[in-house]
């Protein structure tokens, strides 16, 4: 049984229920609701303005719904703020690359670590032997990632100065460098020529089966998402329009009609 099929029917390790957020007036999600399984990658589709980002945000916390709630291995998320979701395995890319630009590609990585350290400022500050440690460790975590997604050869080079597809990589190692359980993805074919989403989309599998990461992925390119998906959710003006497997989805009249309709990139 491969990972994907073990998008195990069990109790969802994320279920966004009845989810709706409201902007002064503006509704951006209305009732929106879905489950997420382990070991699933999960395609989340819809033309501009559908809701897609607005749900992102409040999945990594940095907006507050206006209504409903978002449940990560059964406990409700929405009382934590932005810089503790990562505590409890959610980690995420951004659409427009968001590294800091004057540090080394290390560096940006070595930030994503943060959230599995046990350091604190009276500690850190005095440099204990388990502090030490700890650096140690982070580094080698840090190090192993590099090499994973073949960024070693830049780890030392600043961030600011590499190609936008490494960049976004580096975004990615940042993001598996917190260990999280589940990986938000926001548009990463955004950019990205016809080989390079290829590559993209064989990374995400790896990514899925070698480190039992489950992926929430929010993009436009069809061929993407219909191509590495086991399950897809679309989104139009807020509300949920279908769900299902890529098939049923991307023959829905619906979806067909607000999404589909216009010539894959």
Do not use: W
């Amino acid at each position: 049984m491969t990972s994907g099929q073990s998008a195990r029917r069990r109790e969802p390790l994320l279920a966004v229920r009845d989810l709706s957020v409201v902007f002064g007036g503006i509704v951006a999600l209305n009732g929106v609701s879905f489950d997420m399984y382990p070991g699933q990658i999960l395609g989340l589709i819809g033309p501009n303005g559908a809701g897609k980002t607005t749900l992102f945000n409040c999945l990594s916390r940095l907006y507050q719904p206006s209504g409903g709630d978002i449940l990560m291995e059964g406990a409700s998320i929405l009382a934590r703020p932005p810089h503790r979701i990562a505590e409890i395995g959610i980690s995420r890319t951004f659409q427009n690359v968001a590294l800091f630009p004057n540090l080394s590609v290390i560096d940006n990585v070595r930030v994503g670590t943060h959230s599995r350290s046990n350091g604190d400022i009276i500690t850190d500050s005095l440099k204990l032997g388990r502090v030490r440690r700890g650096e140690a460790a982070l580094n080698r975590k840090a190090d192993e990632i590099l090499g994973y997604l073949g960024l070693r050869d830049v780890a030392h080079s600043v961030a600011a100065g590499l190609p936008f597809v490494t960049q976004k990589r580096v975004e990615l190692a940042r993001a598996l460098a917190a260990e999280p359980k589940i990986l938000l993805l926001d548009e990463p074919a955004s950019g990205l020529n016809h080989e390079e989403v290829h590559v993209l989309g064989d990374l995400i599998r790896r990514i899925r089966d070698e480190r039992d990461i489950t992926v929430l992925l929010v993009e436009h390119h069809m061929g993407l998402v219909m191509s590495i998906a086991d399950h897809v959710v679309a989104l139009n003006f807020g509300r949920k329009l279908a769900e299902g497997t890529p098939s049923q989805v991307q023959s829905d009249p619906r979806v067909i009609e607000a999404y589909l309709g216009s010539k894959d990139r």
